[in-house]
């Protein structure tokens, strides 16, 4: 069997199943073991990192997205040369490596193309049984498949009873990227408590602030694709107690390397992590000395409030009596994670200016301590869903769902560990089931860039639209399977009357064919939403025009963000919103109470 490889870990993979004298191409990448470093070269990516800072690469990479141009240049001549049977390549992610769908013309009629898609550790073992079956080895993938695995447990059983270091693993450095897929599942299995990244998700940038905020004890330099040389530095001279001079911890190229090579290296690098465990934190005078076991003791927990039910504190919860009470109490606790928080922030502001809503809204506060520092909050107008702030300790989340017992809640959204530790504990108590119906995913924007030319014009909604607009705000439902509080025309008529939103259109001629909303202020931003084109005028660039003039208008008005929710399963409009600068900040979940 003649294979190209055009994966990293797929490269390692076909070595270990004992097939490196079929690999006839590979790569630039794929560059382990040292046997295959003399098979030709069929791809390279058309961006030379060698001297650019992390931030200019990430910049073209960005640009070249945005402008659909491939990362990858592929030889087509010399694959059509090389005859493969096989191409292994990956749909994960559009920077690590040439995707099944760019091979396009360049895959000769009859190679077989197989992608590798791992998001988790069990995909990674599974994608290994699933690769040797189709290059005819099935038996001994199954056999290196279970060594991963005993690998994985042997390292989580030597680990289980330590304590647990809050870990960061930046994906990238500028800006830091959290650690995404499989990376989570690896700090935990080596000891660690992973912070900012969820497993099984894809990576997404943060800020070193945000970072900083999340109070990592070890901080782990692991950009995919850098050497060590590259990784030497790690965050900028802004964060919190960078040592003088020092270095910060980092692993080598091969331990955690996680998007590109997930396998055989996975499992060693859980390992290794383990080891890491016992560095200082980012602050100590040199990280190349090896300081006392991690997590921080009681003291340090009590100053972060990340654990105040071990520094012997009660939480209490506060139920304000309205809007303004709410957020005297609890404003900078939101404030702090704004983009998480953009929901909680929007619906104040409607609360503000709408009268109708006011009387019925319900607030809840959990603080360290009466009159303590805030460490959970939550707010609902009936009939909508509970309202969930982002929370560093989840048992204010339990008081949260203690104190709201009394409380008629269809549903709820918040951050997904948040939202499913309260449904976790409400159908406990009750025996009343939740069903997760929609997971997003929330976006921030700081700076629009140009998407393609549309035709048209964008103009601001009035009452002759109304019938147009009613009809697109009930399809918008339909397709979402989102819950139907209020009749269409009512909705459009308060946004008509601009009371604290405002619903924009795209006019090309005499057609009316897409619309976008703005409305729900933060301290520093605003919320767009909903936004809706209707099937005959999709594809013309019509949304993705209006949202980038909308979102404009607002920075051009003074906001320093504007945010944005997607559903997560439509790739369509991810893919639409971050080509013209929506950057993925976090992931919430919407949950409905079934009926008892």
Known sequence: MRIISLLPSATEIIAALGLADDLVGRSNECTYPAEVRDRPIVTAARIDPTDLASADIDRLVRESIADGRSLYAVDAALIDELRPDVIVTQDLCAVCAVSSGELGSACPVGAEIISLDPSTLDDVAASIETLATRLG???????????????????????????????????????????????????????????????????????????????PALVVIAPCGFDARRRRGGPPACWPGTPSGGSWPS?????IRGRVRAWPKASDSSGTSSILLSWPTPGCPSSSSPGPRWPPGPEERRRRLLSVSEAGTTLTVERPPDVEAFLDRAGAFLAAREAENNLLFGVCSNLRVNAAIRASARFAIVAAGAGGPVVGAALQTPPHRLVLAAVDDLDAVDDLEEALAGDALPGIIGPLSAAARFVERRAARTGRPARLTMSERIYQLTE?????????????????????????????????EADVVEEPEVAVARWIARVGKTIYVWQDGPATVSMCGIGGLTPRGIRVGPVYTPPEHRGHGYASRLVAEVSRTQLEAGRTFVFLFTDISNPTSNRIYQAIGYEPVSDVAEYRFDEP
């Open 137 to 215: 080895v099935a038996a001994r993938g199954r056999e290196l498949a279970a060594q991963m695995r005993a690998t994985i447990d042997a390292v989580r059983g030597a680990t289980r009873d330590q304590p647990r270091a809050r870990v960061f693993v930046g994906e990238w450095i500028d800006p830091p990227f959290v650690p995404g897929h499989w990376l989570p599942e690896m700090i935990e299995a080596a000891g660690g408590e992973a912070i900012l990244g969820e497993p099984g998700r894809p990576s997404h940038p943060t800020t070193w602030a945000n970072v900083a905020a999340a109070d």
């Open 448 to 480: 629009v860039r140009e998407p393609r030319p549309a035709p048209g014009a964008m103009r601001i909604a009035n009452e002759g639209d109304m019938p147009v607009l009613a009809g697109w705000f009930r399809a918008f439902a339909e397709e979402a």
């Open 251 to 255: 692993t080598g190229m091969a331990t």
